[in-house]
């Protein structure tokens, strides 16, 4: 059974930080190009960051560079999401997704809340 699981959400105050986790489990997790997109209220789902399979390589939506860092451990089945510099506007759900190029398999977590605010 495939299952990605966010954690690491809360509640900051602007200018903070949150480390976001999501751990793989029921597939090759290092076969899998990781993402993390994220949803506001009344808004659709963006990309935030990718990361390649073995993490030699990473991309970043142009709001989110400079503040936030994508990373992965293979050997443990997990994708990081590092946010500096905490804003409102950075309120939202956020998703690991995994795809595997050329195969068409995508798989999304639940999603972990973030929200900032004083």
């Known amino acids: 059974q495939v299952q990605l699981v966010e954690s690491g959400g809360g509640l900051v105050q602007p200018g903070g930080s949150l480390r976001l986790s999501c751990a793989g489990s029921?597939?090759?997790?290092?076969?899998?190009?990781m993402s993390w997109y994220r949803q506001a209220p009344g808004k659709e789902r963006e990309l935030v960051a990718g990361?390649?399979?073995?993490?030699?390589?990473?991309s970043y939506a142009d709001s989110m560079k400079g503040r936030f860092t994508i990373s992965r451990d293979n050997a443990k089945n997990t994708v990081y999401l590092q946010m500096n510099s905490l804003n409102p506007e950075d309120t939202a759900v956020y998703y690991c997704?995994?795809?595997?190029?050329?195969?068409?398999?995508?798989?999304w977590g639940q999603g972990t809340q973030v929200t900032v605010s004083s």
């Open positions: 990361i390649t399979t073995s993490g030699s390589s990473t």
């Open positions: 997704n995994a795809r595997r190029h050329g195969t068409g398999l995508v798989y």
């Open positions: 029921g597939f090759t997790f290092s076969m899998y190009f």
